[in-house]
Antibody, heavy 120, light 108 residues
């Protein structure tokens, strides 16, 4: 059973870069067949898709965040990562990683999520 | 971009049936997926492709999709079903996923 786990700093200063990693266990990113995605949820709000990557490194980003987002993959470590630059308080959110089967459109499973607070 | 509209809240008594709607322009032509999110937890997929249930999801959860409204139906509601529910589609015009605003299900 595939499991995903987010990790990274819980506190980031304004204007800096938020960096998170999602470690995949129980399955291999390099086997293909899936997109590996980041989604965030502002406190008390709904879900916002950030972007995703496939095993080859092809990326797709939410147009509203595209200028600040970079998603990368490290198949040797079975991890994929998120970098969000020039953060502000509006980027304070719980960040989730999740898997999307090719051609399906649904997210399953999800990581447990990690809260990132942007504050000086 | 494509917009999905959900009621902010739905209330239902235990043992009754809850119906949570998700409105969108011609949503019947899209595949709708539903997630359950309990407080402090990550979302869990409960319905995919309009009406299919992942393994481990009770048969009490079902879905339908027609014209401009998709519906998640929870039969014989239990206290443990109290959660936020989100619908989601893939917007082919922008080629990215879209989530509804979420519906808080309260079990009275």
């Amino acid at each position: 059973q595939v499991q995903l786990q987010e990790s990274g700093p819980g506190l980031v200063k304004p204007s800096q870069t938020l960096s998170l990693t999602c470690t995949v266990s129980g399955g291999s990113i390099s086997s293909g067949g899936y997109y590996w995605s980041w989604i965030r949820q502002h406190p008390g709000k709904g879900l916002e898709w950030i972007g995703y990557i496939d095993y080859s490194g092809s990326t797709y980003y939410n147009p509203s965040l595209k200028s600040r987002v970079t998603i990368s993959v490290d198949t040797s470590k079975n991890q994929f990562s998120l970098k969000l630059s020039s953060v502000t308080a509006a980027d304070t959110a719980v960040y989730y990683c999740a898997r999307v089967p090719y051609g399906s459109g649904w997210f399953d499973p999800w990581g447990q999520g990690t809260l990132v607070t942007v504050s000086s | 971009s494509y917009v999905l509209t959900q009621p902010p809240s739905v209330s239902v008594a235990p043992g009754k049936t809850a119906r949570i709607t998700c409105g969108g322009n011609n949503i019947g032509s899209k595949s709708v997926h539903w997630y359950q999110q309990k407080p402090g937890q990550a979302p869990v997929l409960v319905i995919y492709y309009d009406s299919d249930r992942p393994s481990g999801i009770p048969e009490r959860f079902s879905g339908s999709n027609s014209v401009n409204t998709a519906t998640l139906t929870i039969s014989r509601v239990e206290a443990g079903d109290e959660a936020d529910y989100y619908c989601q589609v893939w917007d082919s015009s922008s080629d990215h996923p879209v989530f509804g605003g979420g519906t808080k299900l309260t079990v009275l």
